[in-house]
């Protein structure tokens, strides 16, 4: 529960970065600002927060679930909410089941948690893209990150797009290369890439998604070379050739604290994912930064929330373009449809 001490805290805090931050970043879209709800919906974060605390409190690995659902739901046709959509064979194939998300994207009930909470108060104001940034904003804060203001005022999309998720979202073999293509094709630079991928500074990585790091690096039957030999030994007995793969494992020994843990691992060859390691082995730029970022934890938590302000811009819907979901995982024509027969039980009686 929100003590008043913290809260005024996390206030002056929002107030003190978002002063620093309007000195390095201008929001891509000025259409998106951080007092749309001002009027419409004032208690919007207070509600939001609320219930962020309560499912980190529930379950602590939440915070980086939520904070990956806001990165997961941009990559994809921007921020609208594209992720939350159920599959309905009304619909295009939605994102859900697409492999970079299936069985792995998780916070979908916390979302819908949030936005019943948010309707009770606000009723048809607030999209689900803006819950999906909101809580991933006040996720990281929680979890000892840096604090902003979220540009807000965004729709929700009328449709998601599974072939968008599998050709824009990056996959954890990845090379430094091929991570800066899928970072430029969204518009976001090597500094983007290298701040947000602090992200892993937070949550934990299924086995399936180093196992060829492990087992078969680049097809060659053996482990990276790169990694540190302790690191590869413990990531081996949590991930056997051929065990579970949806066994987890942290992506940095502080997995629910944000600090800059993360990118000293790297510098000592222990980033768990090969998308995290080749930041620090590949690229002398990415290198750098990951050197910065590791010795300057203040300029890790201002590049980093300069990049999510930068991310959450991407395509926003706004004005006539996408609506105002009532139920985050279907469009509202949907909801009018399922509802018919209950109109017409209605009027039969
Ligand atoms: C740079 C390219 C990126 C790649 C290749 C990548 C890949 C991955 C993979 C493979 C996982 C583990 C998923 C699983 O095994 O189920 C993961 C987890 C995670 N990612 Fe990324 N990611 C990237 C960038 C980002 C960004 C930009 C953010 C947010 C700013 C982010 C936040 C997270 C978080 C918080 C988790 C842990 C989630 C949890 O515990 O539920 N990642 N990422
Ligand atoms: C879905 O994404 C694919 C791949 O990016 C793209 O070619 C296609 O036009 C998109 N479909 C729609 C309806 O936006
Ligand atoms: C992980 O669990 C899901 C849901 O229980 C299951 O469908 C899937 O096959 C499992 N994945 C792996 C890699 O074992
Ligand atoms: C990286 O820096 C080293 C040493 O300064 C230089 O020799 C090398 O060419 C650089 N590599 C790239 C890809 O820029
Ligand atoms: C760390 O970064 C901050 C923010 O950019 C800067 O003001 C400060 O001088 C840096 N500290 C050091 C020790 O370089």
Known sequence: MVKLSETARFTALCAAFAVILSMVTEPADAQLKPEFYVQTCPQLPTIVQQQVQAAIKKDARMAASLLRLHFHDCFVQGCDASILLDDDSRLPLGEKTAPPNLNSVRGYDVIDTIKSAVEKQCPKIVSCADIVALASAIS??????????????????????????????????????????????????????????????????????????????????????????????????????????????????TPTV????????????????????????????????????????????????????????????????????????????????????????????
């Open 140 to 253: 990281v804060r929680l979890s000892g990150g840096p604090m902003w203001y979220v540009p807000l005022g965004r729709r929700d999309s009328l449709t998601g797009n599974f072939s968008a998720a599998l050709e824009f979202l990056p996959g954890p073999s990845s090379t430094v290369t091929e991570l800066k293509q899928k970072f430029s094709n969204v518009g976001l630079n090597v500094v983007d890439l290298v701040s947000l991928s602090g992200g892993h500074t937070i949550g934990l990585s299924r086995c399936v998604s180093i196992i060829t790091r492990l087992y078969d690096f680049n097809g060659g039957g053996g482990a990276d070379p790169t990694i540190d030999s302790k690191l590869l030994a413990t990531l081996k007995t949590t991930c056997p050739n051929g065990g579970d793969g949806n066994v987890t494992t942290p992506l940095d020994p």
């Open 258 to 349: 944000f600090d800059n843990r993360y990118f000293k691992q790297l510098q000592i060859f222990k980033g768990v994912l090969n998308s995290d390691e080749v930041l620090f082995t590949q690229g002398n730029d990415t290198k750098g930064l990951v050197n910065l970022y590791s010795q300057n934890v203040t300029k890790f938590m201002a590049d980093f929330a300069a990049s999510m302000i930068k991310m959450g811009n991407m395509k926003p819907l706004t004005g006539k373009s996408g609506e105002i979901r009532l139920n985050c995982r279907k469009p509202n024509s949907l909801l009018s449809q399922d509802m018919e027969p209950l109109i017409e039980l209605v009027s039969d009686i």
